[in-house]
């Protein structure tokens, strides 16, 4: 009863919308990827590699700013390659990503021990945080103010992406080419549309969010980078992507489940219950979630198939 009080507590809320933040980001750049018809599997490298440049960039630059420009700089660049081995050389997507990820994972270690010495994490380096912002006369509400009050600059960032990219897909003639190209790209050719270009530009606007959302974890929800410290997110934001049919909303109520049994996962840790079993909780959510998913598309492709 004490978990079920505290899951229902402002504190908790608070701490599912933080851990939500990272999975967000990712998942809303995965979902303009898939809508211009790319899976890009290298969303775990690219958090990765930008969480570390933007430490190193905010350290060296001496500013927030600097570690801003150069952790969103370093995800588009592994972005840019990603798409020209795959867009232009015409290599396997999974392949590409795998690639990616497995570089990110040597790259970041490299670096690191470099810039500090070590290969755990830059704890000795000073890094710069984005500040966490407190919204007038709602954070003087009770309860609705602890929520929704007091979030990282990043937070509110990515609640506000889900409707820039919203309007992005639905609302702009570059949203309309991405979801042509996805849809049927030899159509699109047929008309003019310039498919490698369209998919070169929704790959790099994932490399931006997905960096986004490596940088939170390095500048937001803590103030350094730790080996490794995307630990999955990358991968549960691309079944987020899935789940939520790659649209905006999707993404966003996908992420916040997913969130939900990491967040709890916290909780159970003060119980005795073997720490492996807790730690599983996120990526067994994401399982189920990506079965229920298949069923589900597979039942309504047997539907249409009876129409």
Request: hydrophobic share 55%.
């Amino acid at each position: 009863m004490n978990i079920l009080t505290y899951i229902c507590s402002a504190d908790f809320i608070y701490m599912w919308i933080r851990v939500a933040t990272p999975i967000l980001l990712a998942a809303l750049g995965s979902v303009v990827c898939s809508k211009a018809g790319v899976v890009n599997l290298g969303l775990e490298g690219t958090m990765l590699i930008s969480a570390l440049f933007g430490v190193l960039g905010s350290v060296y630059g001496n500013s927030l700013f600097w570690g801003l420009l150069a952790g969103v700089a370093a995800a588009v660049i592994v972005s840019a390659i990603f798409a020209y081995f795959h867009l232009i050389l015409q290599a396997n997507n999974v392949l590409c990503g795998t690639a990616v990820n497995t570089m990110a994972t040597g790259l970041t270690v490299f670096v690191l021990q470099l810039a500090t010495g070590e290969k755990g994490n830059s704890s000795s380096l000073k890094s710069f945080a984005f500040p966490n912002i407190e919204i007038p006369l709602i954070k003087e509400i009770p309860v609705i103010g602890e929520v929704i009050s007091g979030h990282n600059a990043l937070t509110y960032v990515a609640l506000l992406m889900v409707f820039l990219i919203y309007i992005l897909m639905y609302k702009t003639p570059l949203g309309l080419r991405m979801r042509a190209v996805g849809e049927n790209p030899d159509a699109a050719s047929s008309v003019g549309q310039n498919v490698i270009q369209i998919r070169f530009i929704a790959i790099l606007i994932c490399g931006a969010l997905t960096g986004l959302g490596g940088m939170y974890l390095s500048m937001g929800y803590l103030s350094m980078f730790v080996r490794d410290m995307t630990a999955g997110r990358g991968f549960i934001a691309l079944a987020a992507c899935s789940m939520g049919q790659a649209t905006p909303i999707g993404a966003l109520v996908s992420s916040m489940i997913f969130a939900f049994f990491d967040g709890l996962s916290n909780i159970l840790q003060v119980l005795k219950i073997p720490s492996e079993f807790v730690q599983m909780l996120p990526y067994l959510a994401t399982i189920i979630g990506l079965t229920v998913y298949s069923i589900q598309q597979s039942i309504r492709v047997k539907q249409r198939m009876k129409k």
